[in-house]
């Protein structure tokens, strides 16, 4: 039957649209799709007009056929928010839920564009682990001029396309503020990851031993602090982690705000929010690597004061930039890391979770063994870069104009991130054939300068007020979509398949 009804719905609209053969649903007699024409998407509901009639789509264009000799409507839905509601009202499943309630790893795969959930749905076929569809930190939704609803919304407008009915995550990620808090509330996000990094003090490390004395003799809560820890000596695996005074001193000044913070920040949520939530707490954007013993220190606070969170993301050891392999010491690396993991053993209740994940292929199987396959690990500038890839190969002049573009911001752009990108070491466009463009993209530095700037690139207007890349790059992934999907679904894979030992 749904067959019958495609096929219907090509000749009644003399086959001006292609239908996704994946998307095609039935609920009570009536028929849901995505279809396109050259210029857009387009949800189609198509049945009995009685049967219809109670949803009330939103629809700008609507055909009568005739199906066993009754009236049959197709209605063409624009893909709006208020259509979407209507949509996870029939198929319950294309609501995001908690990661918790399975007992795998979980993987998010940010979307700056908000066109690849179909490309990322098809990496995680066949894997036994959790997706994280929706996920885009405040930093790039300002960059990227999109919404936390907007993010929420396009992954599950993916997932429909896709006809996925499988579980799926979402992550409001890197959570400032209380106003982002209560708007991520709102949109019904599942996973909230809070960000205290305006309230964790990154200057403690340079104070002298007197200085950090004198200012830690000036916290109120010192003495209460200092009967729970000072002096407590902790067996994690074969080392002793203990408190001295000079120790506790240095990680209590430097994450104390912090840790208030998360604490008024979980109040909210919980009074706030009445669906089930999971809870990430990041510290991962400080200048320095967390130490196992602070890791210590602030689980245990968080868990005293009844913070009841599922990740943990520390900022681990090494260098952590954006789009390129890890940089530095491996096994460094793997030695902090099963510290941090026997912590987590120790404490209980939650798991680790790996930020900037982008591109970390000898990470990954170390981090997955060493956590146990309990883990979440964050992507998201990948998937850019496989767009500006994809562009590359199939309109290499729209390229060229963004990678000159690009170098003109590289510099104001790069502020926000720890990078040691050399930019003379990008080869000189102006010599690569068209063909040779895509050569781009094994060079680190070249990969970092469309990392960081792509929110100049998506926001850069010419004098009349018109975007001077943005329509032309989403025009191009559009036209080229199996393309584009193809790159991003290969790329993500390449990191799912080293997660599987
Ligand atoms: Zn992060």
């Known amino acids: 039957m749904k067959e019958r009804i495609t096929d219907l719905f090509l000749k009644t609209f003399s086959m001006r649209y292609d239908i996704y053969p994946f998307s095609v649903k039935m609920a009570d007699d009536c028929y849901y799709f995505v279809t396109k024409d050259k210029q857009k998407k387009y949800l189609v509901t198509a049945g009995y007009p009685e049967k219809l009639k109670p949803f009330k789509f939103e629809c700008f264009d609507g055909k009568n056929v005739e199906v ?21 009202n029939i198929f319950s499943y294309l609501k995001p839920t908690c990661s918790k309630r399975f007992s795998k790893p979980s993987f998010g795969t940010g979307d700056r564009l908000g066109i690849a959930t179909p490309a990322h749905i098809q990496a995680f076929q066949g894997k036994n682990i959790f ?34 009915e499988g579980p799926f995550g979402s992550d409001a990620d890197h959570i400032k503020d209380l106003n982002n808090l209560q708007e ?25 031993k007197d200085e950090l004395r004198l200012k830690y003799q000036e916290l109120p809560e010192r003495r ?34 912090a840790v208030k913070y998360i604490v008024i920040f979980y109040k909210f949520l919980k009074e706030k929010n009445k669906q089930d939530f999971e809870l990430e707490v990041s510290i991962d954007e400080t200048p320095g690597p967390t130490s196992p013993l602070a890791h210590l220190w602030i689980v245990s606070e968080l868990q005293y004061q009844g913070v009841n969170f599922q990740n943990l993301a520390p900022h681990f050891i090494g260098d952590w930039e954006k789009g390129i ?11 902090e890391l099963e510290l941090h993991c026997q912590i987590v053993s120790h404490i209980g209740g939650y798991k680790l979770s790996l930020h900037s994940g982008s591109d970390k292929f000898s990470v990954y199987p170390i981090f997955a063994r060493e956590t146990g396959n309990l883990f979440h690990i964050k992507t998201a500038g990948t998937s850019w870069l496989e767009a500006a890839k994809t562009i590359s190969l199939c309109q290499p002049d729209l390229y060229r104009e963004i990678h000159n573009f690009a170098l ?16 003379k070491r990008i080869p000189d466009i102006d010599r690569l054939k068209d063909e040779e463009l895509v050569t781009l993209f094994s060079n680190n530095n070249a990969r970092q300068l469309i990392h960081i700037t792509y929110g100049s690139i998506l926001r850069e207007k ?13 025009q191009t992934l559009f ?13 993500i894979k390449g990191h799912l398949d080293l997660l599987n030992f």
Not at 186 to 204: E, Q
């Open 68 to 88: 066993n000799q009754q009236d049959f409507l197709f209605k063409l839905c624009p893909l709006t928010h208020i259509n979407l509601v209507k949509l996870q």
């Open 479 to 491: 036209t080229h979509e199996n393309t584009h999907y193809q790159a991003v679904s290969e790329h």
């Open 462 to 474: 010419d004098e009349e007020g018109r975007y001077r890349f943005r329509d032309r790059i989403f």
């Open 224 to 257: 209460k602090i200092e009967k729970k820890y000072l002096g407590r000596e902790i067996k994690i695996g074969k080392q002793k982690l203990s408190f001295e005074q000079d120790s506790l001193a240095e990680i209590v000044l430097t994450f104390g705000e």
């Open 184 to 208: 991520a509330i709102n949109c019904g996000f599942t996973l909230y990851t809070l960000d205290p990094s305006d309230y964790i003090n990154n200057d403690i490390g340079q104070y002298s």
């Open 131 to 164: 997706p994280v569809l929706a996920q885009l930190s405040t930093r790039e939704i300002t960059r990227t001029e999109s919404s936390l609803q907007r993010v929420m919304d396009n992954a599950i407008w993916g997932c429909f396309e896709m006809g996925y």
């Open 408 to 423: 003109t911001c590289f510099e104001r752009d790069r502020f926000s991130y720890q990078l040691t990108t050399d930019l």
């Open 325 to 335: 392999e890890y940089i530095g010491d491996i096994n460094t690396f793997k030695r």
